[in-house]
């Protein structure tokens, strides 16, 4: 998936060590650890978030705690783009967003605009007040279903048993200055280290 970083440039993420396996569109990096097989797709650049599709299965003897919220990476910098005078600088490593907030973000527009929707505005004339109902519903749907959609895809915190495997959506912040995302799984006490590459082109590539 890309998406515009500039009026003339695309971003794209793509494991830097390809497996050549492939999933629902998309290339997988896979990676076996400690009796743990994991495997990562990027999905598509959403707003300010980069969104993974990530599927974990434990074929050890011992449970493993999936805890999506302590996930990160490192963005890294190695070339100085067009229109840079300087390398970019990253502060620390960025935590993936906390699947529970997430969803209470979700949760908090649906029922804001609710509220909205059948809010009787008294000093405003009927039409604007139509209007401004109308709008709110709509959104409120779009909210909902958002929600639903989210809700039924996200990973979130879960023990995985012996032979039990999950499956899910895991969202960061976007970093477009970076070239490498340098993904750390905590998963075990050493964590699960992936990597991704940022590309830029100038026309979209699909």
């Given at each position: 998936?890309?998406?515009?970083?500039?009026?003339?440039?695309?971003?794209?993420?793509?494991?830097?060590?390809?497996?050549?396996?492939?999933?629902?569109?998309?290339?997988?990096?896979?990676?076996?650890?400690?009796?743990?097989?994991?495997?990562?797709?990027?999905?598509?650049?959403?707003?300010?978030?980069?969104?993974?599709?990530?599927?974990?299965?434990?074929?050890?003897?011992?449970?493993?705690?999936?805890?999506?919220?302590?996930?990160?990476?490192?963005?890294?910098?190695?070339?100085?783009?067009?229109?840079?005078?300087?390398?970019?600088?990253f502060?620390?490593?960025?935590?993936?967003?906390?699947?529970?907030?997430?969803?209470?973000?979700?949760?908090?527009?649906?029922?804001?605009?609710?509220?909205?929707?059948?809010?009787?505005?008294?000093?405003?004339?009927?039409?604007?007040?139509?209007?401004?109902?109308?709008?709110?519903?709509?959104?409120?749907?779009?909210?909902?279903?958002?929600?639903?959609?989210?809700?039924?895809?996200?990973?979130?915190?879960?023990?995985?048993l012996?032979?039990?495997?999950?499956?899910g959506?895991?969202?960061?912040?976007r970093?477009?200055?970076?070239?490498?995302?340098?993904?750390?799984?905590?998963?075990?006490?050493?964590?699960?280290?992936?990597?991704?590459?940022?590309?830029?082109?100038?026309?979209?590539?699909?």
């Open positions: 998936m890309l998406t515009a970083c500039t009026p003339t440039a695309y971003l794209s993420l793509k494991p830097d060590q390809g497996s050549g396996f492939w999933k629902d569109g998309h290339e997988r990096s896979v990676i076996r650890q400690d009796s743990l097989e994991v495997s990562l797709g990027f999905v598509r650049y959403e707003g300010n978030s980069l969104v993974f599709d990530l599927d974990i299965q434990n074929q050890s003897e011992r449970a493993v705690l999936v805890a999506p919220e302590q996930f990160n990476y490192t963005p890294v910098a190695t070339t100085l783009h067009k229109g840079q005078e300087y390398m970019p600088y502060p620390g490593p960025v935590s993936a967003i906390n699947p529970e907030q997430k969803l209470d973000g979700l949760v908090a527009a649906v029922v804001y605009n609710v509220r909205e929707s059948q809010r009787p505005l008294v000093l405003a004339e009927a039409e604007y007040g139509q209007q401004y109902r109308m709008e709110h519903s709509a959104a409120a749907l779009q909210a909902q279903t958002q929600k639903q959609d989210v809700e039924a895809r996200l990973l979130r915190k879960n023990t995985l012996p032979g039990q495997g999950i499956r959506y895991v969202y960061f912040p970093t477009d200055e970076a070239d490498v995302l340098r993904l750390s799984l905590p998963l075990r006490r050493q964590p699960l280290l992936l990597s991704y590459r940022q590309l830029r082109s100038r026309q979209p590539a699909y």
